[in-house]
């Protein structure tokens, strides 16, 4: 009898240890994702320690869950910071790893914040590269922490890429909510432009003006999609794949005199007051008519720079800017729903006045004063420039 029991002691215990062994192997550590360029990744269960390997990878992930931030790939300006969650602004900086300039991450800069942080994941957002797969197995290995690239390139890619980011970095509900704004949002806008149809505005982007020289997005760029897809953008196919476009002369642009002028933003209004104050500007219909904007820029440019999520902005602004019949609604309302939403920011009137300060109708300065004859024909004009060219080449050769 007591032999027995003893049996049935040892039979117990053994249950016990298998349940425990059994429930341990239940709650997984570890779980497999494969990103957007058919790499198979091993990664924790829930993310919380997310390094961004860019700019458009910082803003996405910002958009997504701010908490994530272990590292920032650069700082924020003082025009951003205000934007932006203050613990961001503290973080390291572990730089960039594709950009237009060569990479700025550093490997050891990656394994010392890993043995400090335990970096669940750096994250990279963009348009895959033909070598990222290579790219990516290489510093993966070099560092011993995971990569990840999601596909985020055309507006198009925007809804499909927070569900995946949702999945990977393990906020499914959010990255739900977020793709579920940008679907609509797009699908909204699709109607819209089938309304507009043929009668679309004409449209230039100025992003820098130095006296006789303007430099311009052209179209088909990525840069250029908002442009592209609800304007007629007038500068021509982009040379340059750079946020800053192709170089015009002035008598370009006067050739082209557009419906619209969007220029970006620069400290004190600066190619925005050039462009509505000085005469070689004034013979533009777009000038005479009040219809030359500021890209409103907080915490980016809405126009791009670099293009992301922010562009959406632009969408919803332009949109309503040029086609008031038929994107009806108010500006500022849908312009602090995307604050709270993107960068969990509330706008104050007073801040939404100081962001769109050139960017709505009447709100412009009255262009410099012409003269009461009628405008001067474009000849006229051009003579004036080469003129004034002549001028500043003889002073130059005193």
């Not at 990744?41 to 958009?63: K, N, R």
């Not at 994530?68 to 960039?96: C, H, K, W």
């Not at 709505?360 to 080469?386: D, I, Y």
């Amino acid at each position: 009898m007591e032999k027995g029991v003893k049996i049935l002691m040892i039979l117990a215990l053994l249950s016990v240890s298998t349940v425990a062994f059994c429930g341990g192997a239940v709650v997984e550590e570890n779980r497999t994702f494969v990103d957007d360029v058919g790499r198979e990744i091993t990664l924790p269960v829930t993310i919380d320690a997310v390094s961004p390997s860019g700019p458009l990878a910082q803003i996405v992930l910002y958009s997504l869950d701010q908490d994530l931030f272990v590292s920032v790939s650069s700082e924020f300006t003082d025009a951003q910071a205000t934007y932006i969650d203050p613990r961001l602004l503290t973080l390291p900086v572990t730089g960039q790893f594709y950009g237009s300039k060569a990479s700025t991450m550093n490997p050891e800069s990656i394994m010392e914040l890993d043995r400090q942080l335990n970096i669940d994941v750096v994250l990279d957002i963009g348009e895959a590269k033909q070598t990222m797969k290579t790219d990516l197995d290489d510093i993966q290995a070099k560092t011993n922490v995971p990569f990840a690239f999601i596909t985020q390139n055309k507006l198009e890619d925007i809804p499909g890429s927070y569900l995946k980011l949702g999945e990977l970095l393990s906020r499914p509900e959010r990255g739900q909510e977020l793709s579920d704004y940008v679907a609509a949002l797009l699908a909204e806008f699709d109607s819209g432009m089938k309304k507009v149809g043929d009668n679309k505005k004409s449209l230039i982007y100025v992003t820098a003006i130095d006296g006789n020289s303007v430099s311009m997005v052209g179209s088909g760029s990525y840069h250029a999609e908002v442009i592209d897809y609800l304007a007629n953008n007038l500068a021509k196919p982009a040379a340059s794949s750079s946020g800053t476009g192709d170089g015009y002369t002035m008598e370009d642009i006067l050739q082209m005199d557009p419906d619209y002028i969007i220029v970006g933003y620069t400290d004190g209004h600066a190619y925005y007051n050039e462009i509505m104050t000085k005469p070689m500007w004034q013979s533009l219909s777009a000038v005479k008519e009040g219809n030359v904007y500021e890209a409103p820029y907080g915490p980016y440019n809405w126009m791009g720079g670099p293009p992301s999520v922010q562009r959406l902005l632009s969408m919803i602004w332009l949109g309503n800017l040029m086609y008031p019949d038929v994107f009806d609604y108010t500006i500022d309302d849908r312009v602090k729903e995307f604050y709270s939403l993107f960068f969990r920011y509330d706008l104050t009137d007073a801040e939404l006045g100081d962001l769109m300060v050139y960017a709505k109708p009447g709100t412009a300065p009255a262009p410099a004063p012409t003269s009461a004859q009628s405008p001067a024909p474009l000849f006229g004009v051009l003579a004036g420039l080469a003129a004034t060219a002549a001028i500043v080449g003889a002073g130059r050769r005193r």
